[in-house]
């Protein structure tokens, strides 16, 4: 208690009046405010403005105003430090005597640091809640139509089947030809085998046509069951919106 009141007091005669244009002014604003937050307990703060204002204005009773705060702080070397500078100014009266002991005190007797306070930090923001992640649209889904079976298509089957049957024909004409070429082979006068000999070519001449018209029909049959039955390919894709989701679709036929 002595040491505070001792403290205190030094504090309060180092506050003269000053112009506000003279760096004791600004120095004074300094050690009143060292002084409040020395009430405070706030010893660590008060250190730190005391030592703004002897940077303004070297008052001599600062240095052991710091002296007894490192004291209270329980750093008695750097109180030691402050002591031996105030005693360098040649302070008059029972100051000497009584920075001495204090001195004297630090070396043979360190007394407690008290518990001090400290100036509360400003709270910290916490930080922004992270976007919204949009969810990605599901892959689109693809779909077939049921294909009809080919036996359905009349068309295609007619042409497939009229394409056998010329061929059918053409089978039979071709072989009534070869058939006539070898009844001339052995033909009796001139006469059978000149009739015989032009009606396997005239045979053999529709038995090509006739199979060539089969090839031509069954073909045809076959091309049009191929792309009238094929499976269409239809792709249905949803994709999410604020309001529901929207459905598009596409195909190939």
Excluded at 179 to 188: E, F, L, T, Y
Excluded at 205 to 222: E, N, P, S
Aim: charged share 20%; with cysteine.
């Amino acid at each position: 208690m002595t040491r505070r009141i001792l403290i205190a007091a030094t504090l309060l005669a180092l506050s003269p009046a000053a112009r506000a244009d003279d760096p004791k002014a600004e120095a004074k604003q300094h050690i009143d405010r060292a002084t409040q937050l020395h009430k405070d307990g706030k010893l660590a703060d008060s250190l730190d403005e005391l030592k703004t204002a002897y940077a303004l204005d070297p008052q001599p009773q600062l240095l052991f105003a710091m002296g007894q705060i490192h004291v209270q702080l329980g750093e008695c070397p750097q109180a030691i430090v402050y002591y031996e500078r105030f005693l360098a100014t040649k302070p008059a009266g029972d100051a000497a005597t009584v920075t001495e002991e204090a001195i004297e005190t630090c070396k043979t007797n360190p007394p407690p640091a008290i518990q001090t306070r400290t100036t509360p930090a400003e709270p910290v923001a916490p930080p922004p809640p992270p976007p919204p992640v949009a969810r990605a649209a599901p892959p689109p889904v693809a779909a077939s139509q049921p294909t009809p079976p080919w036996y359905a298509d009349y068309v295609g089957d007619g042409l497939v089947a009229g394409g056998v049957v010329a061929g059918v024909v053409g089978i039979v004409l071709y072989r009534g030809a070869l058939s006539a070429r070898d009844d001339a082979d052995h033909a009796s006068d001139y006469q059978a085998f000149t009739t015989l000999v032009d009606r396997a070519h005239a045979e053999r001449t529709a038995a090509v046509v006739v199979g060539i018209g089969a090839a031509a029909l069954v073909t045809a049959g076959a091309v049009h069951l191929v792309l009238h039955h094929r499976a269409p390919e239809v792709t249905v894709a949803a994709t999410p919106g604020t309001a529901g989701a929207s459905v598009v679709w596409s195909g190939r036929f």
